[in-house]
């Protein structure tokens, strides 16, 4: 998945209600090519979740965000780790804030053995930082020995955007998910996903980052691209 020539639509599920209604009627995730389980705001038991989870068609994307990088209820690394764990045999790709990359190791590893690919991750909410921050996002994650990297960042400028392009464009050492958020982000993520994002977020049910579209619509906007 993480070697597709097409651009993929993430549908981001952010809240147990719509886990519960995609798990009663699938086609709620209409234009999606994965999904992805933001397990951190889900906030249900895994005895609760994982019975959910297997009812869904589509590869999933299970991620348990650091509360500085958007994550809900101040969950610590043992806390997300447990949740990324426990439900590590329903998923296709892990997503791991590239923060947590050196905490989280066991269960990257775990992921690895399982052959679920891992994602490294990098979120700010206030700005897009400097290029030599986001080349030495790619840097981390082969550090690691994670299969992609996903930059996402609020944009202030046309420039912003125009470097996010260029991140895109340069990093040819393994796949990149690149988006914008704020006032420019849903333009961002048209304009990305067509110079060479992979993976492209949309959400299911409410959104959960500014400047995300329904995913239904990101993928017939991007069809029609």
């Not at 297997?54 to 997300?80: C, F, V």
């Amino acid at each position: 998945m993480l070697h597709s020539s097409q651009p993929l639509v993430v549908g981001a599920v952010s809240s147990a209600a719509t886990l519960e209604a995609l798990a009663s009627d699938p086609s709620l995730a209409e234009g999606c090519d994965l999904l992805e389980l933001r397990l951190d705001s889900i906030d249900l038991a895994p005895d609760e979740s994982r019975p959910l989870a297997q009812k869904l068609t589509l590869p999933l994307l299970i991620t348990a965000r650091h509360p500085e990088e958007g994550g809900l209820y101040n969950l610590d690394a043992t806390e997300r780790a447990t949740l990324l764990d426990t439900h590590l045999d329903l998923a296709t790709l892990m997503d791991v804030e590239l923060r947590s990359a050196l905490e989280l190791e066991k269960v990257i590893a775990k992921a690895k053995a399982r052959n679920v690919g891992v994602i490294g991750s990098f979120h700010d909410f206030n700005a897009t930082p400097g290029d030599e921050v986001l080349r030495g996002a790619g840097d981390f994650a082969l550090q690691f020995k994670l299969e992609a990297v996903k930059v996402a960042t609020t944009l202030q400028s046309p420039n912003d955007l125009a470097r996010l392009i260029q991140l895109v464009a340069a990093e040819k050492r393994l796949p990149v998910a690149a988006m914008g958020m704020g006032n420019l982000g849903r333009a961002s993520r048209l304009v990305l996903a067509k110079c060479g994002s992979l993976l492209n977020y949309g959400y299911v049910g409410e959104s959960n980052a500014p400047g995300q579209w329904a995913a239904s619509e990101l993928k017939k906007l991007l069809n029609a691209l």
